[in-house]
Structures are given as C-alpha cells and as structure tokens.
C-alpha cells in the first residue's frame, strides 16, 4: 500500500474518531437497508426481511470490525491501554511508589557511577592514538619512586628506539603582570617535545622548537585557550606578542587549542621551554615528569627493557645520582589512574550490588502484585479476554512503571553525578570528563524494564493457561502457595546483598576512624596554614628571600588572636614532598651513609607553633641564625635508623649535595605524618631557614627557598583571621602572592580524601540497600499476612493469643532475615577482600563490623516486619468466620 | 440454487471486488450482490469481510469512494476503480488465468 492516503485516513480517524464511527455506521446501516429491501423483494414480511438481514449482516459486529481496522487502532488501543494502566497504577501508590523509586535508585546510581569511572578507567585519554603514550618512573631499591632526571632524559633521547617522542615537564608558577594587575598562574615548564608527545598541534601560531629548550635562548611561553580568552581577550594576532612573567619581557609562541586537555597538569595554563642545560646540577634533580609516544607496534613492557637496559649503563655510569633503578613504564591512564583505581572499582563494584538489589527487589515487588490480581486475571479469561489482550494490558502496565522509574533514575543520575564531582578526592584526574553516561543509562534501564516485563506478564500467561473456574474459587482465598517460595528466596537475597554492603561500609567507616586516630606527631587543630610565593628578580638572592620572610613574620605575630607563627618550607600533609639525600660521615661505631629524608627548612618557632614534641635535645631559637654554626634537628625515626641507641645531638649530617656544609645535630623531633596519616616514612631533617639562605650564594641554587608555607596558631584554639594575617604579610610588601590558605586540621582530612569518598558513596548505598531490603521483607509479610486472614482469623477463634499470632508473622520476617544474614555474611566474608586495600588497621574479617551489620538489619527487619504484625494482631475472628 | 454456496476462495476478495467495481461505480451491497450473481451463487460474500476489504482498498487507493444520498434519507457509499485499482486488476487477472490455466493442464493430464 502506498503509504499516504492510509496516512491521511488514519490521523483523520484519530483526529475525528465520532466522524469516523458514524460514516461506518451509515455504511453498515444502508447496506442493512439494501439487504432487507433484497429480501423483501423475495417475497419476505418487511419485518422478517428485516430480521433476516440483521442476521446476515451483523451490524455491531461488523461496525466493530470496521473500526479495529487500520493502523491507528492500534495506537487507540495503546493510548487506552497506557490510560487504563495509569488508573491502575494511580490506585496502587504504595506499590507504584516503591517500584517506581527501586528502578530510579537502581538505574540512577549505576548510571551516575559508570559516568564517572567510565572516562577515568576506561574510556581513552583524549589524544590520537592515546595507548602509546606512556609515563617513565624511576623506581628506588627501597620501593618509593622518584622523579626524573635531565640527565637521563637526555641520554634516553639519544639511545632510545622504542620511544618516537620524549618529553619532561615539571610545575611553573610564574606571576603574569599586567594592567588588570599581577595573577598567578599555574603552568609547567617542558622540553621543547611535550606537545607533540600529546599529539597536539597549536591553535594559534607555533610550538616550541629545539631553539626555544637551549639554555639562554630567549623566553616564550604557549597560553592555554581558557587564559587566552581570559587575560587576552581572545586577541587573534597574540602569537608574537609579548607579555610580562615574573618581572621579565616574554613573547608569546602560541595558542594551544580548547580541546587539550592537559591530564599531567590540568590546572596548567601556560608552558615554557624548559631550558636546562647539562652543566647545571639541577639536571641532575629527580623532579621531572617523564612521558613518551612510543614507536607504532612497540609496547610498554618492550620499552620498559630497552630503557632498563640504557638505564643499567647509565646508572653504573653516575653513581652520585643514581642508586639502584628500576625504570617503571605504564600507559599514561594507567599512571594517571594508579592512586584512585581501587577506590573507583570498588565503588563500581558496589554500584553493580545495589543494581542486583534493586532487580531482586522489583522482581519481588511485582511477583506479590501478580499474586494479589490472580483472581482478577481469571476473572477476566473466563469473561473471554484473550491471553495476547492480557499480556498486551499488563506490558503496558510494566512499561508505565519502567518510564516512570527510568526518568526517576534520570534524575537521580543526574544528581548523583554532580554529588560524586563535589565529594571526588582532589587526585582524581579527567574530573570534568565526569558526566551521565547514555549507554550505562540504558544498560540500566533496559535491564530493568525486561525484568519488569517478563516478571509482570507471568500472572497474565497464567490465567490464560490455567483453569478459570479453579483460579477463581482460589482467588477469592487468596490462596496460591508456590510464589511464596520464590518470594522468600528473593528476600534473603536481598538481605544477603545489603548485608555485604552493610560490612563493606562499615569496615571502611572503622578504617577512616583508626586512620585519623593515629598520631599525626603535630596538634593541627587551631592552626592556619597559607604559602607565600615570593615573585621578582630580587628575591633570587635567598637573604634577600628570607629577610622578607623574617619581616613578614614580625608582622604575623603582631596580628591579634596569634599566639605564635612560624614559616616552613614543606608542610605536612599538604603534597608537598621535598625529599632529598641526608648523608652521614662514618663514626666510630657506624659506617659513611645517605638515606632519603624529607627536608624542612623551618624558622624559630616552627616545632612550638605546630605543636611537635622534641624527644632530645632543643628545638631552633632565634640565636640559630646566619653567621652562627650551622644547626639541625632530626626526627626520631631517622635518628633510630641511624644511631640506634646512641644519642644524635652532636652528630653531623649533610643534605643535598655531597660536598654540602654539614650540619651538628642540636635536637630530636618526634616523627611527623609528610605524606599521608597511613605511610610512615618518617626520615626528615630540619634546617634553620636562615641558616641555609646563608649557606648559599646567587642564583637560586639547590635550595631556592622562595615559596614558604607560614602556620598561625590561634588563642584558644580559634584560629586568628586569615584577611588579618594576608594584610600583614602585605604590610611589608604589597606584590607577593598570598595562597593555599586553609586550617591544617582540613589538611590532615584531605588527606584521607579518597577513603573518605569511598565510605560515602558506601554509605550511600549501603543505606538505600537497607531501605530496598525493609522494603523486600515488607512487601512479603504483608502479602503473606493478606493472605493468610483466614488461617488467622481461625487461629484466633481457636484461642490463639495475640503473643502467638506476633509470633507467627515475627517468625516469618526472622526466617527470611536469618537466612538472608547467613547468606550475606558468607559473601561479605569473600566480597570484602575486594576492598582490603582500602581498608587501614583493621581485618577484613573484624567480628565487630559483622556484628553491627547484622544487629543493624535485624532491627531494620524488626521495623519493617511491625505493620504486618499489627495488622495480623487485629485481624476480627468472628468477621473472618462470617465471610467463610 | 442447487450448490452449496462457499466462501470466497483465500486471496481473491480483492480481485473480484476490484473486478466487479470495475463494471460501474457501486456501494458495498450491490458489489457482494453482483458477485454472488455473476459467480451463479458460488459465492457468497460475508458483508462483514466485504466491507472492511472495500475499506482497506479505498485506504490503499485501488479504489474511490464518496457518499451519494439516497431516495429514503440515508447516505450511501459508492465505490468507484482508480487507474491504480486497474493496474492491479489487470496484473491480479493475468497472474489468476496464469495459475487456473497451469492447474487445469495438470487436472487433465493423463497419467
């Protein structure tokens, strides 16, 4: 048939459905009226002509078959179907209610979670061909790692096969002057090759050239696009311009395109050549990030020989840099993704449990539904519905419920993604790549509604195969025995998934308690931490450095509310991680040696305004300045590993260069917590901050010590004003950036961050586990006490007391419950071990987790099992024996 | 009459429709009329089958209709051939004379 005239009678019936059924009753009526006229001519009475044609033609049937031809009847018959299913749903809320929410908490929480892990794990870094970009690390004999070196970089550029490309890069944050006045920026400073490692080309003008990385080649940066359309208003002609940096004149290369997205750095908006030079000693520092594009077919394990092998030579080649050296290659994700890929599976994986749950649930759910309408169902057979207009009602119905809860799930997806991006630890990369995955949505709601179907047609495909007349008779009883079986299965089920959950959660709650129980060596509580980033050319000259430091800290202290003040050049807990070799002379009892110490330049006050304990000895005063004999103070983990039970004070230890000025050790400080509150690695040595500006001359040298964090500790535990404090500091000079500010307390959470966001989506989801599995237990006592009115009603006739009828329904819930905790401790015994790298000071198996996870789903059972047993307790025996 | 009347044989509902409309324009009674003469009473048209198959071909435009009134007030519906109903007459014929003219050979073949 051609389509258009079908089309066009079809959308008219719609439109016009009383025109259309009144030109089909005429059609039928006149030929009723020919019909009978035929017969009348054939000798008939005008009225048994009559009747005869009636019998001939069948007006209502035929009527009827008139309108149920043609496509739009099918459309009316849906829209009455999907009219019908709504009225029905409308008359069930609770059901609808609870259906409805299982399918948005179930679809939505797979859909945000998948979203998220999706473009962290899975998806592809978004650069051409981005498997072959690999990270290098070096790995340390003692199994910490350290950055790389120039040097090395250098040689792998020269001897390298399987690697095309190679590039370093390391943190820059220049200040960019201007009429909007000075800002700082975050940027990196690379080898000339970084872009085209990434595959990237610029926007706007050129890259860098190897002319750009040589040593003294005159200064130019690449912007970003977001600070090109910030700072330049997106000036077309910029390539070529210059701009002020840190006090200098540089030109601009180039634009980098809006679609780079920097994963090493993605705060980065500004690069510059690198521009080291073999001579200096910091080519020699392990502070560069080293990537590659590897050669098309090489694979990361073939580079990672070929580099170990240069790496051997190179290493036997320079023993004063390098130690023992196992040079690591991973895929760029991979390295990128190391830190957070626990947390973000296990999270996956508990979405996927919650999913579980939420099937089971709505399988239940619908299974006790098709129970409760058997009757109606044979009832409606028996008055000649067919099966197929059965199942057509009920997949209807179950469609309705599957929108309803899919757009629900939307909803929740949606939030659920924004809350996931608000509580995502500060390491996890690609976070605005975070959104609502469509397929994972799909996946999810595809999945359910098919449960939904097959689950919701069974009741339909009974009563049309069953005996009408015995359904009936047993509906009216709400009899009907075999679903129980299956219901309580589902339940336990259930209760055994939440119960996973439920230990899961709880065993990292007990871990975050145990970690920030641990001692961090400082009391962080009350104290205000900011950097300060000294900027211009002066400062280079570190006493010019520190004389401003000195100044700006007088001025601290004076602020109102401080109690003491003190500047540091790493803090704790706060990423910073400045470690560098501590290299002891041979004494009478022990042997010359270096071991790897955290280095902490640090002003008089330092260990009192932080509250760290000195085990021995003294902390810096202020007579431990430049001119006097060089001091140090060195926690008490180094001083063990290296003295043992011999006192330290009077010792000598030198850091950073070999030929370094050694240093008499004056204290012992107790261990402090650098890194996280879960390593120990605790090695560190204190400097006075005015002793080491002393000790070096010109140029920035191994330590440029210009960024400095300052701690306030507060009166009373409050800590004092942070505007008080940013003034101060600017009271003695104006230009110096003031940033980072936040109290250490939230530092030391921060550092917990990722434990901490994995025990909330946890939480979260062991919470909706709970609520789904009372939801579970309820719908099944109550439909069993519906059902079992009679047998009750009987009981109690008999002379059974309230306390036995409670008995009955509890007994029920505390089956299902105890066989669901069994179930689910068996498989939070196994499931668990999943999550044992996330766990801290605490078994797998911690008995008291286990315990309060069972005594938690039994009280919730106990609730959800109380309305059913209130209505079995009020159940009227002589009303049910009336209606017998 | 002296044979049973049948059912119109499967699939040829359409044709003989389209064939008999072809004739002259007529409404649904005259065409199941016309059909059971002109077949000698073979056929017998259910009025139901007959007239959702004269909608489905009016739909499907092998067929024209339009309402005509009638002497005693009622509106009738009067079904004309479209050169596209022609086509498929004549196609339907030749395809029909085809097979009856195959069956018969093989009814008369001697074995």
């Known amino acids: 048939m051609t389509a258009w005239r079908d089309l066009a009678r079809g959308v008219g019936r719609l439109w016009h459905p009383a025109a259309a059924d009144r030109d089909a009753i005429d059609e039928v009526a006149h030929f009723l009226d020919e019909a009978a006229a035929a ?98 690390v070096e790995g340390r004999a003692d199994g910490g790692w350290n950055g790389g070196t120039f040097a090395f970089f250098r040689e792998l550029v020269e001897r390298s096969r399987t690697l095309e490309t190679i590039a370093v890069a390391r943190p820059w944050q220049p200040t960019l002057g201007g009429a909007s006045g000075p800002e700082r920026l975050e940027g990196q400073r690379v080898s000339a090759s970084y872009f085209a490692v990434f595959g990237v080309a610029p ?39 210059t701009v002020t940096l840190d006090d200098a004149i540089v030109a601009v290369a180039g634009v980098l395109p809006a679609s780079f997205e920097n994963v090493l750095a993605p705060a980065a908006e500004i690069w510059m050549p690198l521009q080291y030079d073999m001579t200096e000693g910091r080519a020699w520092g392990h502070h560069l990030r080293t990537v590659g594009r590897l050669q098309r077919g090489a694979t990361a394990r073939g580079a990672a ?138 996946f999810g709601a595809a999945l359910t509604t098919a449960i939904a179907i097959s689950v919701a047609i069974l009741p339909a495909l009974q009563a049309a195969h069953s005996d009408p007349h015995r359904d009936l008779q047993r509906g009216w009883r709400r009899g009907g025995g075999e679903h129980h079986r299956t219901r309580g299965v589902l339940v336990v089920a259930e209760v055994a998934l939440a119960i996973v959950l439920l230990v899961s959660s709880g065993l990292l709650l007990r871990s975050l308690e145990r970690l920030f129980a641990i001692d961090a060596g400082f009391r962080g509580h009350g104290v205000l931490t900011m950097q300060v980033q000294l900027v211009g050319r002066r400062f280079s000259e570190p006493r010019v450095a520190y004389r401003f430091f000195e100044d700006a800290l007088d001025a601290v202290r004076r602020v109102p509310g401080v109690t003491s003040a003190a500047f540091t050049s790493q803090l704790p807990l706060s990423g910073d991680r ?48 430049a001119g006097t004999p060089l001091v140090a ?21 030198r850091i950073g260069p070999l030929d370094a000025a050694p240093y008499t050790i004056v204290g012992v400080a107790t261990d402090v917590k650098q890194v996280s509150l879960a390593i120990d690695d605790a090695d560190a040595v204190y400097v006075p901050a005015s002793a080491a ?13 210009t960024v400095m964090s300052l701690v306030v500790r507060g009166r009373d535990d409050a800590p004092a004003p942070a505007a008080a404090i940013r003034q101060a500091i600017w009271s003695v000079d104006k230009d110096q950036p003031v940033v980072r500010v936040a109290r250490l307390a939230d530092l030391v959470a921060a550092s917990a961050a990722e434990r901490r966001f994995a025990l909330l989506v946890f939480e979260a989801f062991a919470l909706a586990a709970l609520v789904l599995a009372a939801a579970g237990i309820y719908g099944v006592l109550a439909g069993s006490v519906a059902e079992r009115v009679r047998e009750i009603g009987i009981r109690a006739a008999l002379g059974a007391s309230r306390g036995d009828i409670l008995e009955l329904v509890l007994r029920q819930a505390m089956t299902l419950a105890g066989a669901g905790v069994v179930v689910g401790l068996a498989a939070a015994i196994i499931a668990t071990r999943a999550i044992a790298a996330m766990l801290f000071g605490i078994s797998a198996l911690d008995p008291f987790t286990y315990a309060s996870a069972v005594a938690l789903l039994s009280a919730v059972a106990a609730m959800a ?8 307790v009020r159940v009227d025996p002589a009303a049910t024996l009336r209606a017998e | 009459m002296a044979e049973p009347t049948t059912d119109v044989i499967q699939g ?61 007030a009622r509106r009738a519906r009067v079904y004309m051939l479209t050169r596209r109903g022609r086509r498929r007459l004549d196609a339907e014929t030749e395809h029909w004379t085809r097979r009856v003219s195959a069956i018969a050979r093989l009814l008369k073949a001697e074995g």
């Open chain 2, 12 to 72: 040829t509902l359409d044709m003989l429709i389209l064939k008999t409309v072809s004739l002259e324009p007529m409404h649904g009674f005259g065409i199941g009329r016309r059909i059971e003469q002109i077949s000698r009473g073979v056929f017998k048209v259910n009025p139901g089958s007959l007239l959702t198959a004269l909608q489905r071909l009016e739909r499907g435009g092998w067929l024209d209709a339009e309402w005509r009134d009638t002497p005693n």
């Open chain 1, 203 to 241: 926007a706007i003008g050129r890259t860098f050239t190897a002319a750009d990385d040589r040593a003294g080649a005159p200064p130019v940066v690449m912007l970003s696009d977001g600070l090109w359309r910030r700072r330049f208003d997106a000036d077309p002609a910029i390539a070529g311009r």
């Open chain 1, 305 to 442: 020989d070929e580099i170990n092998a240069i790496g051997r030579v190179f290493v036997a080649g320079h023993p004063d840099a390098y130690g023992p050296t196992n040079f690591v290659v991973r895929r760029l994700q991979d390295e990128i993704t190391r830190s957070v890929r626990p947390a973000l599976l296990v999270v996956l994986a508990a979405a996927g449990v919650l999913l579980m749950i939420a099937c089971v649930n709505v399988t239940n759910l619908l299974l006790a539904r098709g129970v409760q309408r058997r009757a109606e169902f044979a009832l409606r057979a028996a008055l000649g519905a067919s099966r197929g207009r059965l199942v057509q009602q009920l997949l209807t119905e179950s469609l309705l419920l599957a929108a309803v809860g899919g757009a629900a799930g939307m909803v929740v997806a949606a939030g659920g993604v924004r809350a996931l991006v608000a509580l995502s630890p500060p390491e996890l990369p690609r976070v605005h790549a975070i959104g609502v995955d469509i397929a994972a949505f799909a």
């Open chain 1, 865 to 872: 099992s109380g309305v059913p047993a209130w209505r079995a």
């Open chain 1, 578 to 625: 400045d470690e560098y070799g501590a290299h002891f002379d041979a004494t009478v009892t022990q042997q010359a040696g270096s071991v790897s110490a955290f280095r902490y330049a640090v002003s008089p006050g330092y260990f009192e305004t932080l509250g760290i304990p000195i085990r021995d000895g003294r902390p810096f005063d202020d007579h431990d300045r």
């Open chain 1, 633 to 653: 103070v060195i926690s008490e983990s180094l001083a063990r590993h290296r003295f043992g039970t011999e006192s330290a004070l009077g010792q000598t230890v």
């Open chain 1, 693 to 705: 500006a002393a000790t070096i001359h010109g140029g920035g040298g191994q330590f440029g010590d």
């Open chain 1, 39 to 136: 017969y009348e001519a054939r000798g008939l009475s005008p009225d048994a002509a009559r009747r005869a044609a009636r019998l001939d033609v069948a007006p209502t049937a035929t009527v009827d078959a008139l309108r149920a031809a043609g496509w739009e009847h099918v459309v009316v018959t849906a829209m009455r179907d999907v009219h019908v299913a709504a009225r029905r749903l409308r008359a069930a809320p609770a059901f609808t209610l609870v259906v409805a929410l299982t399918l948005a908490v179930g679809i939505g929480t797979t859909t945000a979670i998948f979203g998220a892990v999706n473009p962290i794990l899975f998806a592809p870094l978004p650069y051409s061909d981005a498997n072959r970009i690999a990270s290098i």
